[in-house]
């Protein structure tokens, strides 16, 4: 019998999060969030049924099942239901919080990744799994691995255009 075994190295990365503890790990039902607030720590928000309106910072986007957003401490926000929307979230605080945010969106600008349907049953299990002795555990694996999922999908730190004048520029030096 043949073994196939995988070793990935994990490379010391000096944009790795520090610490990143999360707080709360809940399921909204209800439309708690659509007063206008500002809050003290980050939050992953993963909608898991319905549709509705996420307003940050003057702005708005609409959101359906199996979108995420992120909210971050700075920024003033809600969360509007304009078709039974039910939302899960994560709220996380740390050192690392902003590390762990710039990883995911390192121009700053994404506020909805959309499309991530299939998040939902992995979260719904962590949530109906979780009790007092394994929350934290189980919020901290929601996050990291909803997390590394956005990491990999994440948009470069330089648009296209700017890649493409910068490789001009180089190989104008060169001729």
């Known amino acids: 019998m043949t073994v196939n075994n995988i070793c990935k190295f994990v490379p010391a990365a000096e944009n790795a999060p520090t610490t990143v503890d999360t707080v709360n790990f809940v399921w909204e039902t209800s439309s708690v969030a659509e007063t206008p607030s500002i809050r003290s720590v980050y ?22 099942k199996g979108d995420l957003f992120f909210t971050r401490p700075d920024s ?35 506020a909805v990744f959309k499309h991530n349907d299939a998040l939902i049953d992995f979260w719904n299990g962590a949530i109906r799994a979780a009790h007092p002795n394994n929350t ?11 997390a590394a999922l956005l990491i990999e999908r994440a948009p470069q730190a330089y648009g296209t255009d700017e890649i493409k004048n910068i490789e001009q520029y180089v190989q104008a030096l060169h001729r």
Do not use: N
């Open 136 to 146: 934290d555990l189980l919020s901290k694996s929601v996050l990291e691995y909803s």
């Open 76 to 110: 003033l926000y809600a969360i509007k239901s304009t078709d039974g929307l039910e939302y899960a979230y994560v709220s996380f605080l740390g050192l690392g919080a902003p590390v762990l945010m710039r990883r995911i969106d390192p121009l700053g600008k994404t």
């Open 43 to 64: 939050g992953l928000h993963l909608v898991m049924r319905g549709k509705g309106m996420f307003l940050c910072d003057g702005k708005q986007w609409e959101i359906e």
